[in-house]
């Protein structure tokens, strides 16, 4: 299958500083990309989609701009957590979806960034 | 309103018994269904999906209209099917998954 990879893997940071993880395909091109989070226990919460190109549309309750989502190329999406507080502490994960691949709806997910605010 | 239940947050079975995880869905439109599994320290992985009817590592699904059900079954357990297994379901008025709240499965030996 397709394969996402997330950059970095663990980040522990100062609270108020900012944060960027990156999430690249790297054998396909991928049209949308999602971000996640995900609290301990719990199921993947949808944060954002998108595409390539365009503005991310954000879920209901999620601050567009402390999270903030760029989809620049078709390979690369980042979020940056803006200002991060301890309460930003998680684990993000990334999906990306294309055209190749298989099925157009399937989404690839990538290993996950484990974000801990001080 | 789209919407995937996971009754069990957690499963437990014995190595060699029958597992059932249960997945009922809502959805207006035709539905498209997935199970996804996610191993310890691992990525969430499709575990497979109902439009291909396919078997994968043993799980088998089928997708019951009439009980908007998608139940994962496996006849015969392994300690390795030890994971958290995501019921989700694909909104194709959004574009997006809609995920269940996920079941913890254990088997024990």
């Known amino acids: 299958g397709a394969v996402v990879s997330q950059h970095p893997s663990r980040v522990i940071c100062k609270s108020g500083t900012s944060v960027k993880i990156e999430c690249r395909s790297l054998?396909?091109?991928?049209?949308?990309m999602f971000w996640y989070r995900q609290f301990p226990k719990q199921s993947l919460m949808l944060m954002a989609t998108?595409?390539?190109?365009?503005?991310?549309?954000?879920e209901q309750g999620v601050e567009k701009d402390k999270f903030l989502i760029n989809h620049a190329s078709l390979t690369l999406s980042t979020l940056t957590v803006t200002s991060a507080h301890p309460e930003d502490s998680s684990f993000y994960i990334c999906?990306?979806?294309?055209?190749?691949?298989?099925?157009?709806?399937?989404?690839?997910f990538g290993p996950g960034t484990r974000l801990t605010v001080l | 309103a789209q919407r995937v239940t996971q009754p069990e947050k957690l499963l437990s079975v014995f190595k060699g018994a029958p597992v059932e995880l249960k997945c009922n869905y809502s959805?207006?439109?035709?539905?498209?269904l997935f199970w996804y599994v996610q191993y310890s320290r691992q990525r969430l992985q499709l575990l497979l999906r109902?439009?291909s009817r396919e078997s994968i590592k043993g799980f088998t699904a089928d997708l019951n209209k009439g009980e908007t059900s998608f139940h994962l079954k496996k006849p015969f357990a392994q300690e390795e099917d030890s994971a958290m297994y995501y019921c989700?379901?694909?909104?194709?008025?959004?574009?997006?998954?809609?995920f269940g709240q996920g079941t913890r499965l254990t088997i024990n030996p």
């Open positions: 999906s990306a979806r294309g055209t190749s691949g298989g099925s157009y709806n399937e989404q690839f």
């Open positions: 054998d396909f091109q991928a049209t949308t």
């Open positions: 998108s595409n390539e190109g365009s503005k991310a549309t954000y």
């Open positions: 959805y207006s439109g035709s539905p498209e």
């Open positions: 109902h439009i």
């Open positions: 989700a379901l694909f909104w194709s008025g959004a574009q997006k998954l809609v």
